[in-house]
């Protein structure tokens, strides 16, 4: 296993902005590096543990919808303290208990080295028992967005696809996505920096709170 530890790193963890550092290391889908899942988007996402109740939960729910994934282009990839076998069992009693085959990647990380690299794990832990952290990884290898969930509380796959499909609207119309946007839904504009603009519009917010013109469909 191998991190690239001279990427920009921001600190005390990543930041939105920064570039996800390169590792390379096993997994259940053999072995895989990071900078290998560039030109697509890329959801990576830490666990606990395996063979715990709401972990179990996240990952059926994410084999269930891993095709709503594909569709956005769009990989999963696992990350864990767990050895290597200890996903293939777990996996293997996901298939036989709910019938769902986990495809993407599990990355085993029993030294933690990864998740320090991202700043899933304190310094200071020894293990990985509270992290449950998401990273939106753009194209170009760019962290866009990062959530952290308490380790007693499963992730919402539904908010996972609208925060890429929000994240994706907006690189391709140029917008921003307000509060509760859904696929479909107006973006708005970014607003004005022209102090002549302001002080022409007639309305009090047309000129900081407008929807952006369409593209397309969004």
């Known amino acids: 296993m191998s991190v690239d530890t001279n990427l ?17 290391a096993r997994s259940t889908a053999g072995p895989v590096r990071l900078k290998e899942f560039r030109k697509r988007w890329l959801v990576l996402f830490s666990h606990p543990a395996d063979f715990t109740p709401v972990c179990t939960t996240e990952f059926v729910e994410l084999a269930r919808n891993a095709t709503e994934f594909e569709q956005r282009d769009c990989a999963l990839m696992a990350l864990s303290v767990d050895s290597l076998f200890s996903h293939f069992a777990w996996l293997r009693m996901i298939r036989d208990r709910f019938g769902v085959e986990v495809r993407f990647p599990i990355v085993e990380d029993p030294t933690l080295v990864i998740g320090r690299a991202f700043g899933m794990v304190a310094p200071q832990d020894n293990d990985s028992a509270t992290v449950r952290s998401t990273f939106f990884i753009d194209p170009k290898g760019v962290v866009r967005a990062m959530t952290c969930y308490p380790a007693n509380m499963g992730r919402s796959i539904p908010e996972m696809l609208r925060m890429l499909d929000a994240l994706q609207a907006i690189d391709t119309h140029d917008g921003l996505a307000p509060a509760n946007w859904s696929p479909g839904e107006p973006l708005l504009q970014p607003p004005t920096h022209d102090l002549d603009v302001v002080f022409n519009y007639e309305g009090e917010t047309d000129w900081f709170l407008r929807d952006a013109p369409k593209k397309g469909t969004v």
């Open 8 to 24: 920009p790193q921001a600190i005390g963890g990543l930041r939105i902005g920064d570039y996800a550092p390169d590792f390379e």
